[in-house]
Each structure stands twice: as C-alpha cells, then as structure tokens.
C-alpha cells in the first residue's frame, strides 16, 4: 500500500510516467421496447425488460494522473494475451519514448510479465517488459487504484445508458475519452502514507516488546 501512495508523491516526469491500468465488464443489452421520451419534469423512461446481445465486453483503462491522459479500450475478452496486446500498445505507442513507464495495476493473474511471454516470442517480451516497472495494489485494496476512479466517471458520465452491441460501445467510450483528453481532465488525490497510518492503522502489523 504505502508503495503506491509513495509513488503518487513522486514530481512529474515526462520520460518515466505514472500509469493506472484498470478493466471492467460491461453486459451488451438492448431494448425490447422503445423508451419513452423526455417531458418537463421526468427524464427518459426505459423498460426493465431487455435483450441479451452476445453476451459482454471487456473495458481496458490506462491512465496517467499527472499527465491528464486516458486510453479507452473495449476488447471481447480479457485473457492473458488481451493485456499483454494492451501493453504492447501502451509502450509503443502511447508513451513511445518514456524510458520507463511506472504501471499501477491490481493482482489480477493476468496482470504480470508471464502474459507478455505467453503472448510474444522471448526477445519482444523481454523487450517490452524492461520498460515496465510494477506497482500493485494490496489485497482489498483495490480503491488505491486511481484508474479505478476513472472508470466510474467513465461509467457514471458515457456508459448510464444500456449499451446494445460492441460498436456502439466503442463509440461511446472513444468520445468521452476524446473529450477528457481534450480537457485534461485530472484526478485530485489528496489521501497520503500518513492518512493511510492513521486510518488503516489497523492494517499495519503489531509489534508487542518482548
């Protein structure tokens, strides 16, 4: 715990940034009937029954506090070759020329250096994890993950709606992280290793005198 709220204490630096990954499922849904329209005083009204259409999607987050950058991405699935792909994109074309990129990330099995060697050949997944360095979030801990965050004002401001296929997802995803980006909007974090001592004091190990 106190690892990652360290590393957010940390001075911006453009060649060795400071990158949250999370990812969320999201169920691809249709209407049965048409909503309701608006009227003065009552908003949208939608049936609760609705339609299942093949099944989920998986919505990838990579973002970058200090920087005020977001990437959006909706895959089928979220299996070990999935994130290593995202990871490859993250290196090689997000932050091309950071030396090191500083990954945030919870302990999701998928979520470590084997997925780039069981996904790449040995030379391009040593490659790209040389330019990884790894911070975890503790067990339950998961909330110290600031894309977390961001994938609830994700939620909370594109995805209110029910969302009917994979294209109409991705639609909306790409404009609201268009828009963020564009405003650079950032997170404030404001909780420290010391709130966390204070706070979560029951978390730390007890030392008795012997």
């Not at 360290?6 to 990158?19: A, H, S, T």
């Not at 699935?77 to 997000?94: F, G, N, P, S």
């Not at 503790?138 to 994979?166: C, T, Y």
């Amino acid at each position: 715990m106190e690892r990652v709220l360290d590393l957010y204490k940390l001075p911006f630096l453009p060649d060795i940034p400071v990158v949250c990954m999370d990812e969320m499922p999201r169920q691809l849904i249709g209407e049965i009937r048409k909503p309701l329209p608006m009227k003065p005083g009552q908003p949208q009204r939608h049936d609760y029954e609705y339609i299942r259409n093949g099944g989920t999607a998986s919505i990838f987050m990579f973002f970058s506090p200090l920087h005020g950058w977001r990437r959006v991405s909706v895959r089928d699935r979220r299996t070990r070759q999935d994130w290593a792909q995202e990871i490859k994109k993250l290196v090689d074309e997000d932050f091309p020329e950071a030396k090191k990129i500083r990954l945030v990330m919870d302990n999701l099995n998928t979520h470590n250096l084997t997925s780039l060697y069981a996904t790449f050949d040995a030379v391009e997944a040593h490659r790209l994890a040389s330019k990884l360095e790894l911070y975890y979030t503790p067990k339950h801990g998961s909330w110290l993950n600031i894309a977390e965050m961001e994938l609830s004002v994700l939620s909370r401001q594109a995805l209110s709606k029910r969302m009917e296929n994979k294209e109409t997802l991705c639609q909306r995803t790409e404009s609201w992280q268009q828009n963020r980006n564009n405003a650079q909007a950032r997170i404030d974090w404001q909780f420290t290793t010391e709130d966390a001592r204070i706070k979560l004091k029951h978390l730390y190990p007890v030392i008795h005198a012997s």
